[in-house]
């Protein structure tokens, strides 16, 4: 069956405008994550959705960053008023569960340049 | 707090060859689970083999297999006859019952070369 997909896959933004990233998750996966992986600080999760909880927004980095899940489905990262510090490839995953037993697949990320 | 160190930033391996890839974790929980992602040029990044720390039995996928060391929080990975596919950053990353985020090492960068 089909894998995550994320799209755009390349983003070039000037400072200070909004971006929206989008991920499609696997059909029937119930968890979908969030992760940054920049240069300075390796993989790094940003936040979690699973079924119709609340989401665990434990590692967003500023309020700029917000994140929602439409229908349990496909999710939206959205960043506002860029900085250059934002620049990264977004990544996001998806499971079966959401459970810390089960193996999340990842998709090709988004690389974010913010100018 | 939970955290994954990874000290070789950068490896190299002969193909056909046997290379050690080293990984320490802290962690205060019990039950956990611990992966291995690869992630080449084309930045997916791919499940290697996983483990559950409460099975004292190394995990095996094919020519890759994990020392897994609990006591000493150690979870290194062995990938036997090298093939120059396997060039690639290796993540090392554990998971507990906090909604199964993972939480991962600084990678090692590994070239197998002809």
């Known amino acids: 069956g089909a894998g995550v997909s994320q799209s755009p896959s390349n983003k070039v933004t000037e400072k200070g405008k909004d971006v929206e990233l989008r991920c499609d998750p696997i059909?029937?996966?119930?968890?979908l994550y969030w992760y940054r992986q920049s240069l300075g600080q390796g993989l790094e999760f940003l936040i979690y959705f699973q079924g119709n909880s609340a989401p665990d927004k434990s590692g967003l980095p500023s309020d700029r960053f917000s994140a929602e899940r439409t229908g349990g489905s496909v999710s939206t990262l959205t960043i506002q008023r860029t900085q250059q510090e934002d620049s990264a490839v977004y990544l996001c995953a998806s499971s079966p569960r959401g459970r810390f037993t089960d193996t999340q697949y990842f998709g090709p990320g988004t690389r974010l340049t913010v100018l | 707090a939970q955290t994954v160190t990874q000290s070789q930033p950068e490896m190299s391996v002969q193909e056909a060859e046997t290379v050690t890839l080293s990984c320490t974790y802290d962690?205060?929980?019990?039950?956990?689970?611990l992966f291995w992602y690869k992630q080449p040029p084309s930045r997916q990044m791919i499940l290697v083999i996983r483990q559950e720390a409460y099975k004292q039995q190394n995990a095996t996928e094919n020519r890759f297999s994990v020392n897994f060391q609990k006591a000493a929080k150690s979870f290194s990975l062995k990938i036997s006859d090298s093939q120059l596919g396997d060039t690639a950053m290796y993540f090392c990353?554990?998971?507990?019952?906090?909604?199964?985020?993972?939480?991962f090492g600084q990678g090692t960068e590994l070239s197998v070369k002809p």
């Open positions: 059909s029937g996966h119930t968890a």
């Open positions: 962690t205060s929980e019990n039950n956990y689970y």
């Open positions: 990353a554990f998971s507990f019952n906090q909604g199964g985020k993972l939480i």
